[in-house]
């Protein structure tokens, strides 16, 4: 049973340009959550959604970020006009049900020059 | 005041030895209970959850105190490969359904 699968695992943007990771959930998983990890500090919370649906997006930034998990195909995070404080390791996580245990994908590192 | 605090470290212990990491968290309504860990450049790795009853796993203990909302897990018999960051985790049931992670405890275990 594969586990969380992220892809790229490392992306390089210039400033001004859009990021966009990729997260499959586990298989029979269907609540996906996105962490953002900046270097040396904790992970922090940015969104929860179900298949279709966004449960809760209180940690996302106002502008520029936006997340999605359509019926097929695997939950998207896009960052628009990326600036050099988004350099950091972006986290996905999949749990079978809400309030179950989260499992964590490899993450995507990106830097933006 | 964090919703979740650590103590940084690092601990620098012998192999061999027992080290205990604490943590507390701010929110009295949270409800699941977590240790984490993460090695260098990698992603959280579920270590075991935590129950006010308290439980063990192997070398592992942890323990819960919700009238002091603390938080604890004691490591016996260090092992190099136990080096890693320890990350105290909290699910706050505030309608979120998301994890609150404390910053982590650094275990640097020597030969």
């Known amino acids: 049973n594969a586990g969380v699968m992220q892809n790229p695992r490392h992306l390089v943007r210039r400033r001004g340009q859009e990021a966009r990771l990729r997260c499959s959930p586990m298989k029979g998983h269907s609540h996906v959550y996105w962490y953002r990890q900046l270097p040396e500090e904790g992970l922090k919370f940015m969104v929860y959604l179900q298949k279709e649906n966004i449960i809760d997006e209180s940690g996302m930034p106002k502008e520029r970020f936006s997340a999605e998990f359509p019926k097929e195909g695997p939950s998207i995070l896009r960052i628009q006009q990326v600036v050099r404080g988004d350099s950091a390791a972006y986290f996905c996580?999949?749990?079978?049900?809400?309030?179950?245990?989260?499992?964590f994908g490899p993450g995507t590192r990106l830097l933006v020059l | 005041r964090k919703e979740v605090e650590q103590d940084p470290g690092p601990f620098n212990v012998p192999e061999g030895a027992t080290v205990a990491f604490n943590c507390t968290y701010s929110?009295?309504?949270?409800?699941?209970f977590f240790w984490y860990r993460q090695d260098c450049r990698k992603e959280p790795k579920l270590l075991m959850s935590v129950y006010s009853s308290g439980n063990e796993d192997g070398r592992f203990t942890a323990q819960l105190n919700r009238a002091s909302q603390y938080i604890s897990l004691l490591i016996r018999d260090s092992k190099l490969s136990d080096s890693a960051t320890y990350l105290c985790v909290v699910n706050i049931n505030t309608g979120r359904r998301a994890l609150t992670f404390g910053s982590g405890t650094r275990l640097q275990v020597q030969p």
């Open positions: 929110n009295s309504a949270s409800q699941s």
């Open positions: 996580a999949s749990s079978e049900l809400a309030w179950e245990t989260q499992y």
